[in-house]
């Protein structure tokens, strides 16, 4: 079974700073996923992706899948970012395995 | 507009009074899902659904029923909920288990 691990568990910036968000994974996916929960819980999906890199607005995932790695960025970062972003991989027929989160928080 | 709902959001209950957390997708999704959500644990996917009355165990099943005759419905069951079952669930649907999942609102539910 994959094991995903995440890092950093907690991280407050301020507002502006370039965020960076690792995750790490035991065995060879199909894809990687990365979610956002804002506080009061609801789940958004904001990438999956299995090679190279995705980007929408502000935020950046890459993913090197030699090394079993993905890495969440954020740029200029802003309060509304604050949340838990969540890494899941995911490997054909297996279903998501998930990270524990990281929880952000950026002050103004 | 495309949507995971899921009823009730929040619930207080019981030691074993049965109960039914009900999950809807209207995208016509194949795969569809249960997790519970714990601090410091992340999520767990309790079971999933891959078409209709197909269901199979997640990692965490004890405890649960769940049900899929048609294809946009998979309701949670709790027959006798125990304390241990306090957390709050997620419903998921996607075309395949490793595909972008949509995730409904979550409930919350206490069990006394």
């Known amino acids: 079974k994959n094991e995903v691990e995440q890092s950093p568990q907690n991280l407050t910036a301020q507002e502006g700073e370039f965020i960076t968000i690792n995750c790490s994974y035991s065995?060879?996916?199909?894809?990687l996923h990365w979610l956002q929960q804002h506080p009061g819980g609801g789940i958004v999906s904001l990438f999956m992706?299995?090679?190279g890199k995705k980007k929408h607005g502000r935020l950046i995932a890459t993913i090197n899948i030699q090394e079993k790695h993905s890495s969440l960025h954020i740029t200029a970062s802003h309060p509304r970012d604050s949340a838990v972003y969540i890494c899941a991989a995911g490997g054909g027929a297996d279903g998501l395995t998930f990270g524990k989160g990281t929880h952000l928080i950026i002050q103004p | 507009e495309a949507q995971v709902t899921q009823n009730p959001r929040y619930l207080i209950t019981v030691t074993g009074k049965k109960l039914t957390v009900t999950c809807s997708q209207n995208?016509?999704?194949?795969?569809m899902s249960w997790y519970r959500q714990d601090p410091g644990l992340g999520l767990r996917q309790i079971y999933y659904s891959m078409n209709v009355e197909v269901t199979d165990k997640g990692d965490v099943p004890e405890g649960y029923k769940v049900s899929r005759k048609e294809k946009r419905n998979f309701p949670l069951i709790l027959e006798s909920p125990s304390p241990n079952q306090t957390s709050l669930y997620f419903c998921?649907?996607?075309?395949?288990?490793?595909?972008?999942?949509?995730f409904g609102p979550g409930t919350r539910l206490t069990v006394l």
């Open positions: 998921a649907s996607s075309w395949w288990r490793s595909n972008e999942q949509f």
């Open positions: 992706l299995s090679s």
């Open positions: 995208m016509n999704h194949e795969y």
């Open positions: 065995v060879g996916i199909s894809a």
